[in-house]
């Protein structure tokens, strides 16, 4: 089970830490990740990977999130700086599964979300 919580309403510019408990496997076994979906998109890969280094979405990503885990803890966290509107979305961790040969992340265990708001 994975459970998220840290998620809310902030100003543009602004800065959040996402949490992810997790629960039943321990992560130090597993491909760790977050995606999210915003209103009316797809779900979006922003990075995932066993440890550092942390394979992102993209540069701009990269520049303003970072993934972290604690692995005696079994949390899993997403540091999110300079938010922005378009940010605003529904953010998930994942773990498990693989990192298909595309390089895309297919996780086996989801969370239920959290849901992040960035205000203009």
């Known amino acids: 089970q994975l459970v998220e919580s840290g998620g809310g309403l902030v100003q543009a510019g602004g800065s959040l830490i996402l949490s992810c408990a997790a629960s039943?496997?321990?992560?130090?076994?597993?491909?760790v990740g977050w995606f999210r979906r915003a209103p009316g998109k797809e779900r979006e890969f922003i990075g995932a990977?066993?440890?550092?280094?942390?394979?992102y979405a993209s540069e701009s990503i990269k520049g303003r999130f970072a993934i972290s885990k604690d692995s005696a803890k079994n949390m899993i966290y997403l540091q999110m700086n300079g938010l922005e509107p378009a940010d605003t979305a529904v953010y998930y961790c994942?773990?498990?599964?693989?990192?298909?040969?595309?390089?895309?992340?297919?996780?086996?265990?989801w969370g239920r979300g959290t849901q992040v708001t960035v205000s203009s």
């Open positions: 994942a773990t498990g599964g693989k990192f298909e040969s595309g390089g895309e992340y297919r996780p086996n265990y």
């Open positions: 039943g496997h321990s992560i130090n076994s597993y491909i």
């Open positions: 990977g066993w440890s550092v280094p942390w394979t």
